[in-house]
């Protein structure tokens, strides 16, 4: 299957069949804390942390696969700061339009928000992957194909029909997030109520 032919499939996030589906995409666009939303988690969350074990099992099962821990060029994503990638830059994580994908592949590019003279550093990987996700299913770039081993999702962002980024996941991506997500907030909400008693 190419990015082309999944990028045919374009769907209406919350009119899946799917209930769960539904909640995920409700909880990247509503709730995951540091989106822009008004019914956004309003926690103070250690993104690094939430980032760091999310993004964790993408490295070892990408290494093991490639049999090479040293090899950084073994990544299936990228975070840019400047300008997002041309499409032969992306065929390198088989992004790209006419690249092929398996049933096992995954990966994202992801172009970071200009830092502005206030800003002391680039946003965090956690807000730069969330918003673009946010944003993609806000803005209706979301493609799904179901095949008999996988379903693919294919998630877009654009600024100004310029894209931003592009994020091939599986529904299990997605829910080990999500599930990163609310165990901090969970455990910080745990804290918070132990100290008031």
Request: aromatic fraction near 12%.
């Amino acid at each position: 299957m190419k990015i082309s032919e999944i990028k045919n499939n374009s769907v209406f996030p919350f009119e899946d069949e799917n209930e769960k589906l539904r909640l995920i995409f409700s909880f990247f666009l509503h709730k995951a804390p540091k989106i822009d939303s008004n019914l956004a988690l309003k926690i103070d969350i250690d993104e690094n942390k939430i980032w760091n074990k999310y993004i964790e099992d993408w490295n070892n099962k990408n290494n093991k696969k490639n049999n090479n821990k040293n090899n950084k060029n073994n990544k299936n994503y990228q975070f840019y700061k400047s300008e997002f990638p041309k499409e032969s830059t992306l065929a390198n994580y088989k992004l790209a339009e006419s690249s092929t994908v398996t049933n096992t592949d995954k990966g994202f590019v992801c172009l970071k928000k200009n830092k502005r003279k206030e800003d002391k550093e680039y946003e965090s990987d956690y807000r730069c992957f969330t918003r673009h996700l946010r944003n993609a299913i806000a803005h209706g770039h979301v493609y799904i194909v179901e095949q008999k081993n996988r379903k693919f999702f294919l998630f877009e962002d654009y600024d100004r029909n310029k894209k931003t980024a592009i994020m091939l996941l599986t529904k299990d991506n997605l829910i080990k997030l999500k599930q990163e997500i609310e165990k901090i907030h969970n455990e910080r909400e745990k804290k918070i109520k132990k100290a008031k008693k």
